[in-house]
């Protein structure tokens, strides 16, 4: 049997899905849920593109063990000394470099020709030699690349010492019949390409991302790079789950290959990438929906009854989807909620229990029975915030339900006095917004705003994701409450927390530069 690598680039092609920005504890959670996972290599960013994504890399480097950390670099040479230097600390360390090779890419995006591309690729496979062993380059666009020049590029890339070739569909435009193709003139023509481990990267432009994948693997791609819940740059990449379940699922096409994923981690990991980005996959997602183990026609309940496999080809147990269970209430205790947790997959510290314990007893008042879904939103309650709390939501009062809404807010900053404000607007949430920004020290803009209810029922948790703009800077802020009011201005605080943890960062700086000028 033929291991399949499976590359998981959440962190950096995933990342890059509108609203999916995380921070650096974030990265850092869901590198540990991937590791659990299984995956192989988990590409963990782009250094160069800013000091904070260069620590999330470095930082995943550390926190994982088992798997290759990938760190992505152009091919330049201060991209890869970057993303060398960013893995240092990583156990096993691959850096990613890439070109584009489509002429379009090379004359209207670089604005070079295909000779100044090979040197190019050269160089940045040479230079990434030099510093790591484990070198993947990538000919971004290889789908819309002539497939003459393409073998020259690849064969440029093996020569130079890369130990696995990307063939990405970057703009989701292949049919499986090119992606067989593209593999089979490579395999063809280029020497040595049975030294290196072929792979693909497909988009989902199309909806093809995942066809496309297992056509890779059909024709010699031994690994396939891919995203938790198929998050990634526009339509997204190849859904991890998706390509995993269906090597798995159908033996009469796939039985000569395998992959190291549990899939019974597969749900739990799109649950944690779901809280964090606050992006939930969508109800008839394959694999990891809310609905994609949900009978709702009678003729199929009864089939199930009578033999699950007349309508199941893979049971909700395989990929670790669970039903929505009713488990807690007020009078459960500290270990009961441990217990939950662990059942649940959640290894949670005692630091983590302490806080959580603490908004359950809240919330268990309040609603009485306690669902794993509110335990979840409970427990993602500032497990990964990477900014101490500033700022405190000392009162909340809204008026609403006519126009204008009117809202009252008290606010503390690092234990100070006490402010009020108060404020009306369109919608309570808006007065509650404007109140609290008038009490900051700062301009802001909303970016985004999602608020969502975890799990059903009229006293469900309401989850609130946001992202503000200060001075320049994106800060993401998070929170949840049954009062969906109260989760908003909680999920504002804390993304002033993190932009008052910066602004007391670069004041640092400040001090230090003075005092290297002295
Ligand atoms: O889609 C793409 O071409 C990429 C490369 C950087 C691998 O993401
Ligand atoms: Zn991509």
Excluded at 48 to 58: D, G, H, L
């Amino acid at each position: 049997m033929q291991k399949i690598l499976v590359f998981d680039t959440t962190l950096r092609d995933g990342e890059q899905s509108p609203g999916a920005t995380m921070t650096t504890p974030e990265k850092v959670r869901l590198a540990q849920e991937l590791e659990a996972l299984g995956v192989d290599i988990i590409e963990a960013g782009f250094p160069i593109s800013s000091p904070q994504e260069f620590k999330a890399v470095a930082e995943v480097a550390q926190a994982v063990e088992r798997p290759t950390v990938a760190a992505l670099a152009r091919a330049t040479t201060a991209d890869v000394d970057r993303a060398t230097e960013a893995l240092k600390g990583a156990v096993h360390a691959r850096v990613h470099t890439f070109l584009a090779t489509s002429d379009l890419h090379l004359e209207r995006k670089l604005k070079i020709n295909r000779d100044e591309a090979l040197r190019r690729i050269e160089r940045a496979v040479n230079r990434a030699r030099s510093q790591v062993e484990d070198v993947e380059f990538s000919c971004e666009d290889a789908t819309r690349t002539d497939l003459d020049f393409l073998c020259r590029a690849v064969q440029v890339a093996v020569e130079a010492g890369a130990l696995t070739i990307n063939l990405p569909d970057t703009v989701g435009y292949a049919h499986p019949e090119d992606i067989r193709q593209m593999l089979q003139a490579v395999t063809a023509n280029v020497t040595g390409i049975d030294r290196v481990a072929l792979s693909v990267h497909c988009h989902n432009d199309l909806g093809l991302a995942v066809a496309n994948s297992l056509t890779g693997v059909e024709n010699g791609a031994r690994q396939v790079e891919c995203t938790v819940n198929g998050i990634g740059e526009r339509a997204g990449n190849a859904s991890l789950e998706e390509v995993v379940m269906a090597l798995r699922v159908l033996p009469r096409y796939y039985d000569r290959f395998y992959t190291d994923v549990v899939t019974e981690r597969l749900c739990p990991a799109s649950e944690v990438l779901a809280h964090v980005t606050g992006i939930r996959p969508q109800p008839n997602k394959a694999i990891v929906g809310a609905n994609a183990f949900a009978h709702e026609a009678g003729i199929h309940q009864d089939g199930l009854l009578k033999d699950r496999r007349t309508y199941e080809i893979m049971t909700p147990e395989m990929v670790g989807a669970r039903g929505t269970r009713l488990v807690l209430g007020k009078h459960s205790g500290r270990h009961a909620l441990a217990r939950r947790y662990k059942e649940l997959g959640y290894d949670v510290s005692n630091a983590e229990l302490d806080r959580a314990y603490e908004l359950f007893v809240l919330l268990a008042d309040r609603k009485k029975v306690v669902h794993d879904e509110d335990l979840l939103a409970i427990y993602f309650q500032g497990t990964m915030d990477d900014a101490p709390r500033a700022f405190k939501l000392e009162h909340l009062e809204v008026r609403c339900g006519r126009t204008p809404s009117e809202a009252v807010v008290r606010v503390s900053h690092n234990g100070g006095p006490v402010r009020e404000s108060s404020a009306t607007g369109d919608g309570p949430i808006d007065a509650t917004f404007t109140a609290i920004e008038e009490l900051a020290p700062w301009e802001m803009q909303l970016e985004e705003f999602t608020i969502q209810a975890a799990g059903g029922g009229r006293d469900a948790i309401g989850e609130v994701h946001l992202l503000v703009r200060v001075g320049g800077n994106e800060f993401s802020g998070r929170a949840a409450s049954t009062d969906i009011v109260d989760a908003a201005a909680r999920a504002l605080l804390n993304a002033f927390d993190k932009a008052d943890h910066a602004r007391g960062l670069e004041s640092k700086a400040f001090a230090r530069m003075d005092l290297w000028a002295v």
